[in-house]
């Protein structure tokens, strides 16, 4: 048997320690890594942010933390461990000269700096410059950054520039948390490991694909960030086409961060762009009014604390896009995404074509088509729907659709599920870039969406409403009904 693979430690600055981000994520994610023995003996996570506190502070946070936001129990041993780990250091991020400090609690020669940006994106200047002018950093230092990257195209290119004058490309880390997911990184195994679906991944034998981020809570007192944002840039621009990417690829030449990212790229590339010319065809908005989710009453959008009466901010979007080149040629993939909605899901649909004769007319008069359904969340796993004979000795052979059901908590009962931050923060930390974005993908990806989103400034209309509680509005139904096709429910 093999050793366990060692990789160099590290010093794992947080910055923005003590926020939002930090203590909902980051820090969860880097207890149960610690939990699972991942984390290399000698790596350090240092916590900066601007409020006073010292190392023992910190701890505190970061076990108040797991109390309030993770239902694992905590283990005293595991806790321990990671404890002294931790430590912390205050710097006011606008003030160059404070960086200095960082030559002090960091140490270049015997581990690797991995900075995390756990800050709104007006502090990434500050802290670039800080780090480059306090001269902590070495060709082997990362940084790792979280979406939004950017409001559009052009402000995208102003971080990525920003983050460019100090890092190279190698170096950043963009992080996606849906490409952490289990069921993200299946997809590669399912279609590429497969003959079965790896033969028949195209247009010869897939009707239509449909890929559903569906949130059942509304904007949960982030009234004022969402509303500048809007569900095609919070969801769709990253989450839902990274999701897409993945199924529509080609197969790359291996799994490099470069061959994956080449055949992404080349998808995002092929996507049919949606103007004012045929945005009312491709596209729907909503915003979400009062209703009620399981039973209880929830106010609408515009009702929400803080809110503009006025706004046309959309929290609901359903689109087709189609993908201009040989395999994808007349596939529509169906994206739909919002909030308030009737419950939480995320999952893909494959739909398989008819087949073209039916002899079972006694049990359908249509031959219903064959789905390979993939669930991301609540419950990861694959379920392929086929048809089947009812046992018995009729005369009749009556068919019954029947699912195969490979659910990951059920067919790998030895292995623990993790969420998909500590899978990233754990490659960040050992360097492998397989799984973060590009800046090629983040700019083409942008270039799409701001089609989109021009077209829906010409038009100036507003969304349509849908009553919280339910699958969205009205319109996302006809989306698919003139393609005589309908939104698995």
């Not at 049990?363 to 088509?369: D, G, K, V």
């Not at 500590?422 to 360097?431: N, S």
């Not at 700019?443 to 509680?469: F, L, M, V």
Request: charged residues 25%.
């Amino acid at each position: 048997m093999k050793d366990k693979k060692t990789y160099k430690p590290c010093d794992l600055v947080i910055f923005g320690a003590l926020g939002d981000l930090s203590r909902r994520k980051l820090l969860i994610s880097l207890y149960r890594l610690e939990n699972a023995n991942l984390i290399e003996p000698d790596t350090r996570i240092i916590g900066i942010d601007r409020h006073e506190g010292n190392g023992e502070e910190f701890i505190e946070t970061a076990r108040k933390s797991l109390q309030e936001f993770s239902s694992e129990t905590i283990q005293e041993a595991v806790w321990a461990r990671f404890s002294a780990r931790l430590s912390y250091v205050k710097i006011d991020l606008t003030q160059l000269n404070e960086y200095q400090i960082l030559n002090k609690v960091t140490d270049n020669k015997a581990r690797v700096l991995v900075n995390y940006f756990a800050v709104s994106p007006f502090l990434f200047k500050n802290i670039c410059q800080g780090l480059a002018q306090c001269g902590v950093l070495t060709k082997e230092s990362r940084m790792v950054m979280e979406k939004p990257i950017g409001h559009d195209l052009e402000s995208s290119i102003e971080i990525n520039d920003v983050v460019a004058s100090v890092f190279s490309e190698s170096q950043v880390f963009r992080i996606d948390h849906y490409l952490g997911k289990e069921t993200v990184l299946n997809l590669l195994a399912l279609r590429f490991a497969n003959s079965i679906f790896t033969t028949n991944w195209n247009h010869n034998t897939i009707d239509h694909i449909q890929i559903t981020v569906a949130e059942e809570v509304g904007i949960e007192g982030r009234w004022d960030y969402f509303d500048k944002t809007g569900q095609l840039r919070d969801m769709v621009q990253n989450h839902l086409l990274q999701i897409l990417t993945f199924i529509a690829m080609e197969p790359p030449a291996d799994l490099e961060a470069h061959s994956i990212r080449n055949e992404k790229i080349k998808v995002l590339k092929a996507l049919r762009p949606i103007t004012s010319n045929n945005v009312d065809e491709k596209t729907v908005r909503g915003q979400y009014t009062s209703g009620y989710i399981k039973g209880a009453a929830v106010p609408g959008y515009l009702e929400e604390d803080g809110a503009n009466v006025a706004s046309k901010t959309e929290t609901f979007v359903a689109i087709r896009v189609d993908i201009d080149n040989w395999r994808w040629a007349g596939v529509p993939f169906y994206l739909r995404t919002g909030k308030g909605l009737m419950g939480k899901r995320t999952e893909i649909v494959v739909y398989f074509k008819q087949l073209p004769h039916n002899i079972f007319k006694d049990s359908f008069r249509e031959l219903p088509p064959n789905k390979l359904i993939i669930h991301l969340q609540p419950n990861e796993g694959v379920e392929i729907e086929m048809l089947n004979k009812i046992p018995g000795i009729d005369e009749h052979i009556k068919l019954q659709k029947t699912r195969l059901d490979l659910s990951f908590s059920d067919a790998f009962k030895k292995s623990r599920i993790f969420g998909g931050y500590e899978k990233l923060v754990l490659e960040a930390m050992r360097g492998n870039p397989a799984l973060f974005l590009s800046r090629e993908e983040i700019e083409q990806a942008w270039t799409w969406i701001d089609s989109i989103q021009d077209a829906w400034r010409h038009y100036n209309e507003s969304p349509k409403t849908y009553p919280a509680g339910t699958w969205g509005p009205i319109a996302s139904v006809a989306l698919l009904a003139r393609d005589g096709r309908a939104w698995e429910e």
